[in-house]
Structure formats: C-alpha cells, structure tokens
C-alpha cells in the first residue's frame, strides 16, 4: 500500500474572472522510502498539490482522495489534520527559508518551539492546557540536546552557537539546512519539499541536494520534491511526475523518463534543455490560463501530434511500460 495516494484531486480557487482550475483531476502515489519528483513549469500546480495535501489551500476548495496511511484527509478535517499530521507525520521545507523563519526569534528559540507542539514524545492535545503540561523543564534539556544532534546532521558548523543566532546571521545555505532540520526533527513519514534549492547558488545547492537525499535515506522517510529543474530531478528521485497545467501527463521511473519519454509535453520539456552545442529550444505556444482552461488534454494547443479528440477528451493513464504511465492519445513513439 502507498504511503500517500491521491486520486482525482482538483482544486479550484475563486477569482473575479471565474474559477481557477488549478488541479484537474490529479492523480500520483508515493511508496514508503521513495522520492518522487513533481516537475513542471511554473504555475503547473506543484505548489497547489502539495498546499493541498498540507490541508493549507486558504480559499481554494478541494474534491477527491488524498489518503495518507489509508486515511483520507480530506475526509479527516481541518483541525484533525492540524493537530495529529501537518508538521508531524507529513513536514515541509519551503522554497523561502529566510522567509518561513521568524526574523526576530533566535534559531533556538523557534526550534523549542517547534517541538513545544510538534515533537515525536508529545501527543497530539487538543486543549491549550494540555499543552503547556507537556512542554515540561525535563523536556527541554532532551529537545535541545535532539535539535544540536539534527544541525550537526545538516552539517550546521557549531550548532550550539548557532541555537543562539538569528536566522539574518546564518547564510543562505545553511538557513535551508535549518528548515530541512525542523522538518526531520518531528521524526516524519513524509516531507514535501517546494523547489527547496531555488534561491541557492549552483555549489550550494548540490551539497544541499546531497545532504537531503542522503538523510530521507537513512532516516527512511519518503520525499515529494517538487522543482522545475530536470538536472535536479535527476539526482534526488527515483520516479517523476510530470504535470502541466494543473495535469499529470507522464509517470516513470527516473531512467525511464530521460531515455524514454512518451509524452510530447515531456519530449519537448526534455529537448529544450541545451545540447552539447549550447543550443536552446522553446516549445511553441504558451501555457493555457487556468480560467476557463481548454478541455481534454490541456497540452493540446501546443501539441504537434493533437487531434480533435486531443481536445475533446482527457486521456485515460495507460502503462507503456513498468511503472511507465502517460496520458496521451498520440504518445511519442518509443
């Protein structure tokens, strides 16, 4: 069984144009251990997704399944999900990190508050006095001790000092390293990583991609990482979704993916990456609005191969191979 399933999920958000379908029927699974890469271009609802999974869609209203250890959380509820998954079971690393840390708390004191609510040895309360009860003297000598341990496994350098910066007085890289850090330390099954190496420059962001992979592996939580990069998403994930649009058009293990693709949305994705001659191609068009969006396959305006059913009809998933799906009624021949 998959640790997170979602299936048919859409997501509309109210606009004084009309609403924005932001996810059109969405469908993909995450395994126990795995990394999934969720690449698109930008505005292709990768963020959406994962806000949708988090239960933090603000105005956008969600319909279908996202069922996480067998339980769907739509069905659960907002202040369940608050209280006994978001920041415990399922964790998050932003793509901001100076912008998702409080700029006038130290680094320790927002880790102490972290695990105030959200550490694996405190139970999900449901009143306030219970959670103060918790926050006891005894736990704090062990919370700081696991949080030094947790910056000193992000490679922190001395992390009992750093407990007593600010986050203004941490570079770039290493106030990423402190997200990742908060997102392990509640001990999840699950982290969502928006494009988490976006704001890093090219030598920081390898050693950050490193340093994640390498702790999701041995810590054995699975990871959704959302990027735009395929260089990226080359080095970190085992399968890739590839969404356009608000759609998932092709499913595939890694390899599978940079030797195969079947989708023409994903064969042009690839060949607009540069050759060896430094040659750069576009894919005609422009990606469609989500306002009144085009039926059926939402690629189908800049689609070579479309035909009228292409707009008429969304396609059915189908497996091309193992663990290989697409959804296209013109694929590219393999």
Not at 28 to 55: F, M, P, R
Not at 123 to 145: C, G, I, N, V, Y
Not at 243 to 272: C, D, I, K, N
Request: with cysteine; aromatic share 4%.
């Amino acid at each position: 069984m998959s640790l997170l399933e979602v299936q048919r999920l859409f997501v509309r958000y109210p606009t004084e144009r009309g609403p924005a379908q932001a996810l059109d029927g969405v469908s993909l699974s995450i395994g126990q251990g795995e990394v999934v890469g969720l690449v698109g271009e930008s505005g292709c609802g990768k963020t959406t997704l994962a806000k949708a999974v988090l239960g933090i869609l603000g105005s956008g209203e969600a319909e279908g399944v996202i069922r996480f250890r067998g339980q769907d959380l739509l069905g659960l509820g907002a202040d369940a999900v608050r209280r006994e998954i978001r920041g415990r079971a399922i964790t998050f690393v932003p793509q901001d990190p100076f912008g998702s840390l409080h700029p006038l708390y130290r680094v320790g004191d927002q880790i102490a508050d972290l695990m105030a609510w959200k550490a694996p040895d405190t139970a999900p309360p449901s009143r306030l006095q219970e959670r103060l009860a918790l926050f006891t003297r005894r736990r704090r000598p062990a919370h700081r001790d696991a949080a030094i341990a947790m910056l000193r496994d992000v490679q922190i350098p001395n992390p009992e000092q750093a407990l007593a910066k600010l986050p203004s007085e941490l570079s770039g890289g290493q106030r990423q390293r402190l997200t990742i850090a908060m997102a392990l330390l509640p001990q999840p099954e699950l982290i969502l990583a928006d494009e988490p190496t976006t704001a890093l420059d090219v030598t920081i962001q390898a050693q950050v991609l490193r340093l994640l992979h390498n702790l999701v592996r041995e810590k054995g939580v699975s990871l959704l990482f959302t990027t735009h990069d395929l260089g990226v998403a080359s080095e970190i994930c085992d399968r890739i979704v590839v969404m356009y649009a608000g759609q998932e058009a092709e499913v595939a293990p890694t390899r599978s993916f940079f030797a195969a693709p079947r989708h023409p949305y994903t064969a042009a994705l690839l060949q607009s990456l540069p050759n060896e001659q430094g040659v750069l191609r576009d894919i005609p068009g422009s990606i469609p609005p989500l306002v009144n969006p085009p039926g059926g396959c939402r690629f189908h305006p800049r689609c070579p191969n479309a035909s009228a059913r292409c707009a008429a009809e969304r396609p059915p998933p189908v497996e091309v191979a193992p663990g290989h799906w697409l959804r296209c009624w013109h694929p590219v021949a393999a």
